[in-house]
């Protein structure tokens, strides 16, 4: 179908479109470099490696804990490490599978089971048993403290890598975003885009800038110093916080320490996200948090992601209706843009590069998760998980 826009109508859209293209060119540009995925931990070898105490929180894990405790006690690290789980009353087993583990391992005396106590009243679940495996640790009296989630599968090297970064740079938190798992259609769709918009909100290279006020963390590979960690208020000091990792490193960076956040292509997620529901779940449980439950932000978002995401392919179709070449082009151009800035996170998890075309799509569903989450909120159940529901602060 062809029809004709009058021409105020056509100015406007342009216009409109040519502000979607001005926002990607500057975010190309001018905001870090967001869209490289060139962060990598850059350790060597020390003379002495530290001691180190892991933490890995865990709650109904049974089908992930077994193969992320081996890969923790299988590390190829020459320093001291010790091996804290700790089993949020789960249901299934997790805690007697990460034991026989490390007993079938031969390294049974390097694990203490933990059963986690009662979560008492302004603790989420998680920081909770965090809490109580930090003060477990210190009886090994470590030099560092690797926090990490039951679901990551370490790379040999990661710890290594991890201390030798943080003695070299001075950083009192090093941080990965690990490979997440991208194998079913839902992954390939949603999951790269996920890591490309943190990095869009949380840019490494000004997370990673000390001049910058910039901070982020990524909660399944966090490595800080327990010192630091005393000095900024412990655990305690976000005992409530949902976005967890991301509020450590901002305290920390306030602090005046500093940071760092980088990615892996080697340490990996195991959980799997099938199904978009499971993707949505994950999605909406934050993000009306990330917006500081305002709802002149969740507005702001809404014409925000129309403008930046949605925008490119309408004033395409429209131009190409309304027989308005200028407005084709932009729009085409714009899209190209975007595609451009997906496209290495997209090679990063191995797809095809048609992939970085389908991020206005994407972005209508991350748009509809916000809705939903902020939905939620406002029922009183917004930060579901794993059993528990946290309600709006």
């Known amino acids: 179908m062809v029809m004709t826009m009058p021409p105020v109508f056509t100015s406007?859209?342009?216009?409109?479109?040519?502000?979607?293209?001005?926002i990607w060119l500057v975010l190309l540009l001018f905001w870090g470099e967001f869209w490289r995925p060139d962060q990598r931990l850059q350790g060597g070898d020390l003379e002495v490696w530290p001691t180190v105490g892991i933490v890995i929180p865990a709650r109904n894990e049974a089908a992930v804990i077994g193969t992320s405790v081996r890969s923790l006690l299988e590390q190829d690290y020459a320093g001291p490490l010790h091996?804290?789980?700790?089993?949020?009353?789960?249901?299934d087993g997790t805690g007697d599978i990460a034991r026989q583990t490390a007993v079938d391992l031969g390294q049974g005396d390097r694990l203490t089971l933990l059963a986690g106590t009662p979560l008492?009243?302004?603790?989420?679940g998680k920081l909770w048993a965090l809490s109580q495996g930090i003060e477990a640790a210190r009886a090994f009296d470590p030099d560092y403290l690797l926090l990490t989630d039951a679901d990551i599968a370490h790379d040999r090297q990661n710890l290594r890598q991890l201390v030798a970064h943080a003695r070299q740079q001075t950083c009192a938190l090093v941080s990965l975003m690990v490979k997440l798992?991208?194998?079913?259609?839902?992954?390939?769709?949603?999951?790269?885009?996920f890591v490309f918009f943190f990095a869009k909100l949380y840019p490494f290279r000004w997370v990673n800038d000390p001049q910058r006020a910039t901070a982020a963390a990524a909660g399944g590979c966090i490595l800080i110093d327990p010192v630091v960690?005393?000095?900024?208020?412990g655990i305690a000091c976000i005992r409530d916080a949902l976005i967890d990792d991301c509020s450590l490193a901002a305290t920390v960076k306030r602090a005046g320490y500093r940071i760092w956040l980088g990615l892996t292509p080697t340490t990996v997620s195991l959980r799997a996200y099938n199904t978009l529901g499971s993707i949505w779940q994950m999605v909406a449980r934050t993000a009306y948090t990330q917006l500081s439950y305002s709802p002149l932000l969740l507005v702001g978002t809404v014409i925000g992601m129309t403008l930046v995401y949605l925008w490119a392919p309408l004033a395409l179709g429209m131009g190409l209706m309304g027989q308005s070449l200028p407005l084709a082009v932009l729009g085409g151009l714009t899209w190209g843009a975007m595609a451009i800035a997906y496209g290495p996170t997209v090679r990063f998890y191995g797809l095809n590069g048609a992939w970085a075309l389908t991020l206005p799509v994407?972005?209508?569903?991350y748009t509809l998760m916000t809705l939903?989450?902020?939905?939620?909120?406002?029922?009183?159940?917004?930060g579901a998980w794993k059993?528990?529901?946290?309600p709006r602060k």
């Open 12 to 22: 406007l859209l342009l216009s409109i479109t040519a502000l979607s293209l001005l």
């Open 362 to 365: 994407i972005a209508f569903l």
């Open 181 to 193: 798992r991208c194998q079913s259609v839902w992954e390939k769709l949603l999951i790269p885009a």
């Open 83 to 91: 091996l804290i789980v700790v089993d949020d009353h789960s249901e």
């Open 120 to 124: 008492p009243p302004g603790w989420s």
């Open 229 to 233: 960690l005393d000095k900024v208020g």
């Open 372 to 382: 939903d989450s902020a939905r939620r909120h406002w029922q009183g159940r917004g």
């Open 387 to 390: 059993g528990r529901v946290y």
